[in-house]
């Protein structure tokens, strides 16, 4: 299968919900609900798009002519490149009717670790998400990292029962999520968290936990005080909150506060890996790709991810091979110029 024939399929069984645009970048869907877009204008999510386009490039081929090499390591888990499949919920409602969210785990999670990278799985209020996400990752002896949503704590300790039974290598929770009106309409409302109460939450997962949705770097400190080991700068792929600043624009300033203490990712309109080496040169230590993997799923299944995984990680080595870092670990933030 083809880059562009994948695209093609991906547009059939979607259709009605996603366009599978060639450039996924929010102008389309907008505040398509359901659908891929935003409960607000969805002027976020384009600006998360834009704003990788304002960083540039600054290639030096005077350097070794050597085959650089993408793979990194994440708490004890050898990567081929620092690419994650992001968390993605109520993929038939938003998505078609193609897959579930079980279905579509169960065609991810293996994928992406025969890739060799990780996916995020999603959570939604049915709890066979979690049951059937978190069964996905334990087949893959662990190669997986759930994403629990900011339930109250009833909710919370459950999910997390099935963390720990899948023996999943770390565990997330999308705090951005607070902005999502379904949690609100809880008994007790879910939603925004404070630290202590966070920093028990993670002393109970028993794994290194990641705090997903971080936008300031006073946010970051809150996560490292609560005891996270990693931060994902999200601000939910623009679709929870209106007038933002793109995840672009705030990952240095994060990873300038936090860099040296806890492992940053980033997400929000990364979709080739150009992007991803713009993101590491700006401090992150790896990225996660949501709605291009959705595509890829979709349109492909495991080939799909397949492609997809291997296009982003070709388009990231040639990337830097054209700038002079033949490690990830070279990678540094004089490569790359901000034009705004």
Not at 57 to 86: H, K, R, W, Y
Not at 227 to 249: F, K, M, W, Y
Not at 316 to 333: P, V
Request: glycine residues 10%.
């Amino acid at each position: 299968m083809e880059y562009e024939e994948m695209l093609r399929e991906a547009r059939v069984r979607m259709d009605g919900h996603c366009s599978a645009c060639p450039e996924c970048d929010g102008r389309a869907c907008g505040n398509s609900i359901p659908g891929p877009g935003a409960k607000g204008s969805g002027d976020v999510s384009v600006r998360n798009f834009d704003a990788w386009r304002e960083v540039r490039v600054n290639m030096d081929t005077l350097c070794d002519n050597v085959v650089p090499d993408t793979s990194v390591e994440l708490f004890g888990q050898a990567m081929a490149s620092p690419i994650f499949a992001g968390p993605v919920g109520a993929v038939d409602m938003h998505y078609g009717d193609a897959y579930t969210d079980v279905s579509y785990n169960d065609v991810l999670v293996p994928a992406c670790a025969d890739a060799g990278i990780v996916a995020f799985t999603g959570d939604g209020t049915d709890p066979h998400v979690m049951e059937a996400a978190t069964r996905a990752i334990a087949a893959t002896a662990g190669r997986g990292i759930p994403t629990v949503k900011p339930w109250n704590d009833t909710t919370i300790s459950e999910k997390l029962e099935l963390v720990r039974e899948s023996g999943a290598f770390a565990v997330a929770m999308d705090v951005d999520a607070a902005g999502l009106p379904f949690l609100k309409n809880l008994d007790p409302p879910a939603g925004s968290m404070s630290v202590e109460r966070l920093a028990r939450v993670i002393d109970s997962a028993e794994r290194p936990f990641v705090v997903k949705g971080v936008m300031t770097a006073a946010g970051a400190l809150k996560a490292k005080a609560a005891g996270a080991r990693a931060i994902v700068v999200s601000n939910h792929g623009g679709r929870v909150l209106d007038q933002c600043p793109a995840t672009a624009e705030v990952l240095p300033e994060i990873a300038d506060a936090v860099g040296g203490d806890m492992r940053v990712f980033v997400d929000g309109g990364i979709r080739t890996g150009v992007d991803v080496f713009k993101a590491l040169a700006l401090g992150a230590d790896g990225v996660l790709v949501a709605r291009p993997f959705v595509t890829a799923v979709y349109g492909g299944a495991e080939e799909g991810v397949r492609l997809l995984a291997d296009r982003l990680a070709s388009e990231l080595a040639d990337t830097m091979a054209m700038c002079g870092a033949a490690r990830i670990a070279d990678i540094s933030r004089d490569m790359v110029r901000l034009t705004s």
